[in-house]
């Protein structure tokens, strides 16, 4: 599947490639991908069933790693910088098990390869539940969602993909095929046996967030042996966003 790219700047560096997280989209990236488009060309992609890219049932990080690959290999990018940020660090860690040769370097943002419980899957419900009538405001489906989602952050985020500028809104999203892929999302990654990546990658997480933890380390060094991890001060799981500076900072040390 051919993916909807944003695409910034030019100069020698590696291409830069940015893979955002479950709900979300490439204009998530929109003021770090300014940034760093200063002195590199960086891609922000539009994961399937999210943004402007095409929909599909199937959502398993194999088949979203084989479009962010057809993808790049559409637009002759070479060997990249690949940053994925939670759905995203799945996805990118995939990529760079299944194919090294086109991943220069990894940064894995605040996710581990590993099981997480299901929180997502109120926001799913509350969202689908919504009714799409004609003259809904955003306001008002912000109201209506406030019950099952609580921090208004959260549904800020959310509502980025509710459209309201046709006849009837409608979620520009796969909703209803990411809400049924909730479990292949939520579970580990399927790595395949004896696949490791031993180019550089740094794993950055949010020091208020707990995606991370000590004893995602051991996970992390048995497929990825160069891993190095950091954290951004402050910051909670969607780091780039809530601490774009201290962010920026730990990826210019790193890709240099």
């Known amino acids: ?9 030019q100069g020698a560096g590696e291409t830069l490639v940015l893979l955002h997280g479950l709900f979300g989209q490439a204009q998530n990236f929109a003021s770090v991908q300014k940034v760093l488009a200063g002195s590199r060309r960086v891609l ?5 069933n999210h943004g402007d890219s ?14 962010v ?13 690949l940053l994925g940020h939670s759905m995203g660090g799945k996805v990118a860690m995939t990529l760079a098990l299944e194919r090294p040769d086109m991943v220069a370097r990894l940064v894995v943002a605040d996710i581990a390869p590993v099981a997480y419980p299901p929180a997502f899957r109120p926001y799913a419900e509350a969202m689908l539940s ?3 009538r004609p003259g809904l405001t955003r306001r008002e489906a912000d109201a209506a969602l ?21 006849e009837a809104p409608r979620w520009r999203n796969g909703l209803r095929e990411i809400a049924a892929a909730l479990p292949v999302v939520e579970a580990a990654p399927g790595f395949p046996d004896g696949t490791r990546y031993d180019g550089p990658t740094l794993v950055l997480s949010g ?17 990825f042996p160069a891993a190095r991890f950091g954290k951004v001060k402050g910051a909670g799981h ?3 966003a809530e601490k774009p500076e201290g962010f920026l900072a730990a990826l210019a040390a790193f890709l240099g």
């Open 69 to 81: 690959l057809e993808t790049l290999q559409d637009l002759d990018t070479g060997p990249v910088a």
């Open 1 to 9: 599947m051919r993916l909807k790219a944003v695409e910034m700047g």
């Open 54 to 67: 095409p929909h599909a049932a199937e959502m398993d990080y194999p088949a979203m790693a084989a479009d």
């Open 146 to 166: 406030a019950g099952a989602i609580p921090n208004p952050g959260v549904r800020g985020f959310l509502l980025q993909n509710l459209r309201l500028d046709g």
């Open 44 to 48: 922000a992609l539009d994961l399937r």
């Open 238 to 240: 969607w780091l780039h």
């Open 207 to 223: 020091e208020r967030s707990d995606y991370v933890l000590p004893e995602h380390r051991p996970v992390f060094r048995a497929r």
């Open 130 to 132: 919504l009714p799409l």
